[in-house]
């Protein structure tokens, strides 16, 4: 049994070659002189040395010529001893054949001897390693992203755990069991495995159970002890058994048991740890009950006040963001840190996204709206850039939602990776309806860049260099763009009133 404090890994790790597959390569011509064939192979190494013991890391296939091949016996168990996976000998130019005491040598030690034919270059042989480790790892993520979308399909069914439960289970050609604190099979999905089995994988799951004291002992708290493991593995029944403790805090714990563990395996059950900690934490269906029943009002025709004061009696803090990493889950992990799930897609500043698109930026960043108690605090979080409003009324909220989608602006102008509306001021002594409407006559002929770059330009004080560097383009781009803004807008932009004039449209 096997212990661990780290997380499931994000991304599976580079699967291994068989060595069945390199053999069957017929350009390259191997031929196999000893040993078994289906061992798998992780990298490929050259080596001349005469002891390449010290620059092995296991699990390589080490070819060499024999340059320095002194004692073949000696040799094999070096290389043995440091975990190679095999041996490739190069007939030519040193020797004409495979010398017969390394075949016999390697037959001893149960270490696979290929002949590499004079004609197949060691280029060649690893080449083609690597080819197929592509291929493999190509095939392997291909099966995860399938097994990550079932899984998150299964997470949104009328059951969601016994669905990721059975999702998880059929992708790893197992069982999938949830353990409640005392032990006990909470949910179960898969084929059966025996009984021998099955005791083995609860006292893996025990390794990670609650504390004493816990719910399981009739005491407070629970989860798994404070500083043990996040997972452990085993093996018990011919099957390879994995327990994770869940992150929900209330004591729960996956196992699992398959017949295979794979590079990819690890990686799928890390989405369902993920998945079953979300789905299991405390007051989730609490929350989502009280959601709902504020979008039902809301359909019903009742008013947003009475539907925010289902949620929560406020007041709120509306806040507009952009970024993330690119993944579909950015926007719910933002939501997840800043400890609300009141989140929507879209920030209602079309300007941030028509921008980012003349940029030419790549993918698209995500931009979204959160909606949380203003007694919750909120700071920068890296990758992102928000926009947050003053604490408002749930009357008030469409004037804060225009808060924050001005506060976004300032950010992504000034680069600050968090800005706060700015209450009071000479803005507050201006009908908000007529500085729209002069901010949009005012503004009207220039484009959605060259407004972007104008307020970036001006919220650095005219700075050529820094703007360039704010937005990602060249200072003679920006020259260009802000000398066409005073083309367009027929204002002389050296005048202290009229940049003070165009930093209030631009708002």
């Known amino acids: 049994m096997t212990t661990s404090t780290a997380p499931p890994a994000s991304t599976p790790p580079a699967p291994p070659v068989p060595l069945a597959a390199l053999l069957a390569r017929r350009d390259l011509g191997l031929r196999l002189l000893a040993g078994p064939g289906d061992v798998p192979l992780h990298?490929?190494?050259?080596?001349?040395?005469?002891?390449?013991?010290?620059?092995?890391?296991?699990?390589?296939?080490?070819m060499t010529a024999g340059v320095q091949l002194a004692d073949p016996a000696r040799y094999v168990e070096r290389v043995a001893e440091a975990g190679?996976?095999?041996?490739?000998?190069?007939?030519?130019?040193?020797?004409?054949t495979v010398p017969a005491e390394l075949v016999e040598a390697c037959a001893l030690r149960g270490l696979p001897l290929l002949e590499v034919p004079p004609r197949t270059p060691f280029t060649a042989v690893a080449r083609a390693v690597w080819r197929l480790m592509a291929e493999a790892r190509l095939h392997e993520l291909r099966r995860v992203t399938e097994a990550q979308r079932s899984l998150a399909t299964a997470a949104a069914r009328p059951a969601p755990v016994p669905a990721v439960l059975g999702a998880l289970a059929a992708r790893l050609g197992g069982r999938a069991v949830l353990f409640a604190p005392d032990g006990t099979e909470s949910a179960a999905a898969g084929?059966?495995?025996?009984?021998?089995?099955?005791?083995?994988?609860?006292?893996?799951?025990?390794?990670?159970?609650?504390?004493p004291g816990g719910p399981a002992a009739g005491g407070e708290g629970g989860g798994p002890r404070p500083g043990g493991p996040a997972s452990a593995s085993g093996e018990s029944g011919g099957l390879r058994l994995a327990a994770y403790a869940l992150g929900g805090g209330d004591g729960l714990v996956l196992g699992v048991a398959a017949e295979r563990r794979g590079p990819g395996d690890h990686t799928i059950t890390g989405v369902a740890v993920v998945l079953l900690s979300l789905l299991t934490a405390p007051h989730r269906g609490a929350d989502a009950a009280v959601r709902d029943e504020a979008l039902v009002r809301l359909l019903l025709g009742a008013s947003p006040a009475e539907a925010a004061a289902t949620l929560d009696p406020g007041p709120w803090t509306v806040v507009h963001a952009r970024g993330g990493d690119g993944t579909p889950f950015a926007a719910a992990d933002l939501a997840a840190s800043l400890g609300t799930a009141l989140v929507a897609s879209g920030t209602g500043a079309e300007a941030l996204g028509e921008a980012g698109a003349a940029r030419g930026s790549g993918a698209a960043p995500a931009s979204v709206r959160?909606?949380?108690?203003?007694?919750?605090?909120?700071?920068?979080?890296?990758?992102?850039?928000?926009?947050?409003?003053?604490?408002?009324?749930?009357?008030?909220?469409?004037?804060?939602?225009?808060?924050?989608?001005?506060?976004?602006?300032?950010?992504?102008?000034?680069?600050s990776a968090l800005v706060r509306h700015r209450p009071g001021g000479l803005a507050s002594l201006v009908d908000p309806d007529e500085a729209a409407a002069h901010a949009r006559t005012l503004l009207a002929p220039l484009n959605e860049p060259l407004r972007e770059t104008l307020r970036a330009w001006l919220s650095l004080h005219g700075s050529w260099d820094r703007t360039a560097v704010a937005l990602d383009v060249h200072r003679n781009?920006?020259?260009?763009?802000?000398?066409?803004?005073?083309?367009?807008?027929?204002?002389?932009?050296?005048?202290?009133?009229?940049r003070m004039e165009l930093w209030f449209a631009l708002g």
């Open 43 to 62: 990298w490929v190494h050259t080596s001349e040395m005469a002891d390449p013991y010290p620059y092995l890391l296991g699990g390589e296939l080490l």
């Open 84 to 96: 190679a996976a095999a041996l490739a000998f190069g007939v030519t130019p040193v020797y004409d």
């Open 191 to 211: 084929r059966e495995v025996p009984a021998e089995a099955s005791r083995a994988l609860r006292e893996l799951a025990g390794v990670l159970g609650p504390r």
């Open 477 to 498: 781009t920006v020259r260009q763009r802000i000398t066409r803004c005073a083309t367009l807008l027929d204002r002389d932009l050296d005048d202290p009133d009229v």
């Open 370 to 415: 959160l909606l949380l108690p203003a007694s919750s605090p909120v700071t920068a979080r890296p990758g992102w850039f928000l926009g947050i409003s003053a604490p408002a009324a749930a009357a008030d909220l469409p004037a804060a939602d225009a808060q924050a989608a001005r506060a976004l602006r300032r950010a992504e102008a000034t680069r």
